[in-house]
């Protein structure tokens, strides 16, 4: 399966700023998607990001607040904007990393990003 | 996708088998069961999918009612590395742009030694 490096892994940051998550695989994937995992809570898919295409929001989240990019098929950035101390969770990096039996979509995740807002 | 339900805690003695189960009644023909597990601190690790049969990997066993409307995770000796949070998701075989996983809050398993 693919193997997933996220920067950073922890930062801690001043409201109002804002912060870029990096996601880099080491093989060319499809699919990539941006999970949040709140404190004590589970995780919480933001958004899909497909290369060349604009990412796809869930709902809830909004493309101003976590913009994406995709600029090919091994990397992608999260930015997390005009941060609030609401914004302090897990953020993680996920890819479709393994066909098993066709249909099956089996995720491979990334060891996620912690964001403490101040 | 259809919702799934679990415990939210269990407990396991080391070495025994631990059976986390979960239920998904409103599970289509289509949709695949998949387990993940949450180790404190890491992102979530695959561990077994299946659909209709029974399936067994290095990690685990995967069994699912004839019905399809519950399943049960089975770690055959269970060891401290095994506490964790455990994920049970129901989804739909992949289509382009339709590959998404919902996590829902899982079983905390904690193995006491």
């Known amino acids: 399966s693919a193997v997933i490096s996220q920067k950073p892994s922890r930062d801690i940051c001043q409201r109002g700023t804002s912060l870029t998550i990096q996601c880099q695989v080491d093989?060319?994937?499809?699919?990539m998607f941006w999970y949040r995992q709140q404190p004590g809570q589970s995780l919480t898919l933001i958004a899909t990001?497909?290369?060349?295409?604009?990412?796809?929001?869930e709902s809830g989240f909004v493309i101003d607040k976590f913009p994406i990019s995709r600029p090919n098929l091994t990397f992608s950035t999260l930015t997390v904007s005009n941060l609030s101390p609401e914004d302090s969770s897990i953020y993680l990096c996920?890819?479709?990393?393994?066909?098993?039996?066709?249909?099956?979509?089996?995720?491979?995740f990334g060891a996620g990003s912690r964001l403490t807002v101040l | 996708d259809a919702k799934t339900t679990q415990p939210p805690s269990m407990d396991c003695a080391e070495g025994r088998a631990a059976n986390l189960p979960c239920n998904h009644s409103?599970?289509?023909?289509?949709?695949?069961v998949y387990w993940y597990r949450q180790i404190h601190s890491q992102g979530p690790q695959y561990i077994i999918h299946?659909?209709?049969n029974n399936e067994t990997n290095e990690m685990a066993s995967l069994i699912i009612t004839e019905d399809r409307k519950s399943s049960t995770l089975i770690l055959p000796h269970a060891t401290l590395r095994d506490t964790a949070v455990y994920y049970c998701?129901?989804?739909?075989?992949?289509?382009?742009?339709?590959?998404?996983?919902?996590f829902g809050t899982g079983t905390r398993l904690t193995i006491i030694p």
């Open positions: 409103t599970i289509s023909g289509n949709e695949y």
């Open positions: 299946g659909l209709k």
């Open positions: 996920s890819v479709d990393g393994q066909r098993g039996r066709a249909g099956a979509n089996v995720l491979t």
């Open positions: 990001a497909n290369q060349g295409s604009e990412a796809t929001y």
């Open positions: 093989s060319q994937v499809t699919m």
């Open positions: 998701i129901v989804s739909a075989a992949s289509n382009f742009g339709n590959e998404k996983l919902t």
